[in-house]
């Protein structure tokens, strides 16, 4: 989640939208048992994320709440990218420590675990820090010699003061090798049909935010 901050509300004319799909997001992840990695940009100057995601972050992992309430979660960043702020501590070696919503996983640490990790990214703006977080990835992908970060951008949850710049930053996502996707088409893929033993707590959490 990339700098889903209350700042950017009266100018982003289609921030609830980003909202219902952080929401969404955060709810299904919590169904999913999957990492939630979210930052803030320059929360110092730009004020911290919108309280109904906060909120909802609360809610979804009371046992993490004070971690939030004393604003260490999210992650607090000054360039555009989020991948540095999450992979790096501040000393500036990798961060082996948790830094995720729930408090237990370490993107960097579970970089070593695994062939492949999808990243699914929503927030603002959509040509700044949500473009350059998809350019960070393909170049560490790169460095590393092997697609290990697969970003999946979910469009729905993505925007710009301007709709132009949302226009092109999706289309240059899509270029780099991002796939484009919604909060919705994703989790219902990843389900693939009725059956899924998490079909009907993910179909109420969508309906709950239509």
């Not at 408090?103 to 703006?125: C, T």
């Not at 999706?170 to 893929?189: D, R, V």
Request: aromatic share 6%.
């Amino acid at each position: 989640m990339c700098d889903v901050q209350e700042c950017f509300r009266p100018s982003i004319d289609a921030f609830d939208g980003v909202v219902r799909s952080s929401k969404i997001l955060i709810e299904s992840a919590k169904i999913f048992n999957w990492p939630v990695f979210a930052t803030e940009q320059v929360p110092s100057k730009l004020g911290r994320t919108a309280e109904e995601v906060l909120q909802c972050m609360r809610e979804m992992h009371p046992e993490n709440e004070e971690v939030v309430l004393k604003e260490k979660f999210p992650i607090a960043k000054s360039d555009f990218g989020m991948l540095r702020a999450i992979l790096m501590g501040k000393d500036g070696d990798l961060n082996v420590q948790p830094n995720s919503l729930c408090g237990k996983e370490s993107l960097a640490k579970m970089m070593y675990d695994a062939d492949e990790i999808r990243v699914l990214l929503l927030g603002v703006e959509a040509h700044v820090c949500v473009y350059q977080t998809v350019k960070q990835i393909m170049e560490h992908n790169e460095k590393a010699g092997r697609n290990i970060l697969k970003p999946f951008v979910l469009c729905d949850g993505v925007q710009s003061q301007r709709g132009v710049d949302r226009e092109v930053a999706l289309e240059k996502m899509k270029e780099l090798g991002a796939t484009m996707t919604t909060t919705e088409m994703f989790l219902f893929e990843e389900m693939g049909g009725a059956e899924h033993e998490n079909f009907r707590d993910v179909a109420k959490t969508v309906r709950k935010y239509k």
